[in-house]
Protein backbone atom coordinates (compact mmCIF):
# COMPACT_ATOMS: atom_id res chain seq x y z
CA UNK A 1 0.00 0.00 0.00
CA UNK A 2 1.72 3.55 -1.11
CA UNK A 3 1.03 5.80 1.19
CA UNK A 4 2.26 9.76 1.05
CA UNK A 5 2.82 12.11 4.38
CA UNK A 6 2.68 15.45 4.63
CA UNK A 7 4.32 17.82 7.13
CA UNK A 8 5.28 21.28 7.11
CA UNK A 9 2.22 23.06 7.35
CA UNK A 10 0.97 25.93 9.76
CA UNK A 11 0.23 29.56 10.58
CA UNK A 12 2.40 31.79 8.82
CA UNK A 13 2.19 35.84 8.76
CA UNK A 14 1.74 37.50 5.48
CA UNK A 15 5.35 37.64 3.69
CA UNK A 16 6.66 34.69 5.45
CA UNK A 17 7.80 30.80 4.24
CA UNK A 18 7.06 27.46 4.73
CA UNK A 19 8.64 24.45 3.34
CA UNK A 20 6.29 21.45 3.07
CA UNK A 21 7.28 17.89 2.75
CA UNK A 22 5.72 14.90 1.76
CA UNK A 23 7.21 11.50 2.21
CA UNK A 24 6.42 8.51 0.93
CA UNK A 25 6.54 4.98 1.18
CA UNK A 26 8.08 3.70 -1.85
CA UNK A 27 11.13 5.47 -3.45
CA UNK A 28 9.99 8.78 -5.31
CA UNK A 29 11.58 8.26 -8.51
CA UNK A 30 8.93 5.35 -8.66
CA UNK A 31 6.55 7.86 -9.08
CA UNK A 32 5.71 8.82 -12.36
CA UNK A 33 5.33 12.20 -11.51
CA UNK A 34 4.49 14.08 -7.89
CA UNK A 35 2.62 17.22 -7.23
CA UNK A 36 1.27 19.41 -4.68
CA UNK A 37 -2.48 20.85 -4.59
CA UNK A 38 -4.54 22.99 -2.60
CA UNK A 39 -7.80 23.31 -1.61
CA UNK A 40 -9.07 26.19 0.36
CA UNK A 41 -12.76 26.39 1.60
CA UNK A 42 -15.44 26.89 -0.83
CA UNK A 43 -13.06 26.12 -3.57
CA UNK A 44 -12.31 23.31 -5.84
CA UNK A 45 -8.66 21.39 -5.60
CA UNK A 46 -6.15 22.62 -7.55
CA UNK A 47 -2.90 22.06 -8.59
CA UNK A 48 -0.02 24.25 -6.93
CA UNK A 49 3.20 22.73 -8.63
CA UNK A 50 4.71 19.41 -10.23
CA UNK A 51 7.42 17.19 -10.76
CA UNK A 52 7.90 14.95 -13.45
CA UNK A 53 10.48 12.65 -14.68
CA UNK A 54 13.76 14.10 -15.49
CA UNK A 55 13.09 17.36 -13.42
CA UNK A 56 10.57 18.84 -15.45
CA UNK A 57 8.62 20.80 -13.15
CA UNK A 58 5.47 23.05 -13.40
CA UNK A 59 3.88 25.52 -11.59
CA UNK A 60 0.47 27.55 -11.08
CA UNK A 61 0.68 30.97 -12.44
CA UNK A 62 -0.71 32.66 -9.30
CA UNK A 63 2.78 30.95 -7.55
CA UNK A 64 5.36 31.12 -10.20
CA UNK A 65 7.90 32.71 -8.71
CA UNK A 66 7.19 32.28 -5.20
CA UNK A 67 6.82 28.68 -4.96
CA UNK A 68 9.46 26.10 -5.75
CA UNK A 69 9.00 22.30 -5.70
CA UNK A 70 12.13 19.46 -5.32
CA UNK A 71 12.59 16.52 -4.47
CA UNK A 72 15.32 14.32 -3.03
CA UNK A 73 17.05 10.83 -4.05
CA UNK A 74 14.93 9.03 -1.25
CA UNK A 75 11.15 9.26 -0.47
CA UNK A 76 10.57 13.07 -0.48
CA UNK A 77 9.34 15.84 -2.17
CA UNK A 78 8.82 19.45 -0.97
CA UNK A 79 7.14 22.15 -1.59
CA UNK A 80 9.25 25.71 -0.49
CA UNK A 81 6.51 28.95 0.21
CA UNK A 82 7.92 32.41 0.19
CA UNK A 83 6.24 35.55 -0.07
CA UNK A 84 3.27 33.74 1.56
CA UNK A 85 -0.46 35.40 0.76
CA UNK A 86 -3.66 35.21 2.75
CA UNK A 87 -4.83 33.88 -0.58
CA UNK A 88 -2.32 30.94 -0.18
CA UNK A 89 -4.53 29.74 2.80
CA UNK A 90 -5.70 26.06 2.27
CA UNK A 91 -5.10 22.25 2.90
CA UNK A 92 -1.87 20.90 0.73
CA UNK A 93 -2.36 17.86 -0.52
CA UNK A 94 0.60 15.69 -2.16
CA UNK A 95 -0.24 13.46 -5.40
CA UNK A 96 1.97 10.71 -6.54
CA UNK A 97 1.40 9.20 -9.72
CA UNK A 98 2.65 5.46 -10.37
CA UNK A 99 0.31 3.61 -12.87
CA UNK A 100 -2.52 5.11 -10.32
CA UNK A 101 -2.98 8.51 -7.90
CA UNK A 102 -2.34 8.19 -4.17
CA UNK A 103 -3.38 11.17 -2.31
CA UNK A 104 -1.81 12.31 0.96
CA UNK A 105 -3.72 13.18 3.96
CA UNK A 106 -3.18 17.08 3.59
CA UNK A 107 -1.66 19.66 5.83
CA UNK A 108 -3.08 22.99 6.65
CA UNK A 109 -1.41 26.43 6.04
CA UNK A 110 -2.91 29.50 7.10
CA UNK A 111 -1.54 32.83 6.32
CA UNK A 112 -2.71 35.57 8.30
CA UNK A 113 -1.72 38.31 10.33
Known amino acids: QVQLVESGGGLVQPGGSLRLSCTAS????????VAWYRQAPGKQRELVAS??????TNYADSVKGRFNISRDRAKSTYLQMNNLKPEDTAVYYC????????WGQGTQVTVSS
Open 51 to 56: IAGGGI
Open 26 to 33: ENIFSFTA
Open 95 to 102: YGRRGVGY
